[in-house]
Nanobody, 124 residues
Framework: QVQLVESGGGVVQPGESLRLSCVVS????????IGWFREVPGKEREVISC????????HYAHWVQGRFTISADVGKNTVFLNLNRLTSDDAATYHC?????????????????WGQGTQVIVSS
């Protein structure tokens, strides 16, 4: 069974950065696309970015605009999400999950397995 555990969230000031980690067990990242998603109470869940090493594809939501970067360390079976130039709008619970990535990274939807989430608070 696939399990995902996120870490790296915390409290930062506007303009600062964080690096989120998602440790995956039960399947190799070479075979399993993973995505990052975020949730805010009262709002629809958002796709942030996904990575599919099998197809060498990544997907980013249009609003990311270069501020966030997804990467993977196969040796550690871990997916990272670097968050830069954070604003108050980025405050949310960030989850990683198994994912389905569209052709050439055109889209991404969440799969079945989810982590428990890590909270990001942006406050001056």
């Amino acid at each position: 069974q696939v399990q995902l555990v996120e870490s790296g969230g915390g409290v930062v000031q506007p303009g600062e950065s964080l690096r989120l980690s998602c440790v995956v067990s039960g399947q190799s990242l070479d075979l399993l696309p993973i995505g990052w998603f975020r949730e805010v109470p009262g709002k629809e869940r958002e796709v942030i970015s996904c990575i599919d090493r099998r197809a060498n594809n990544t997907h980013y939501a249009h609003w990311v605009q270069g501020r966030f970067t997804i990467s993977a360390d196969v040796g550690k079976n871990t997916v990272f999400l670097n968050l830069n130039r954070l604003t108050s709008d980025d405050a949310a619970t960030y989850h990683c999950a198994t994912a389905f990535v569209g052709l050439y990274g055109s889209s991404c939807i969440a799969g079945h397995y989810w982590g428990q989430g890590t909270q990001v608070i942006v406050s001056s």
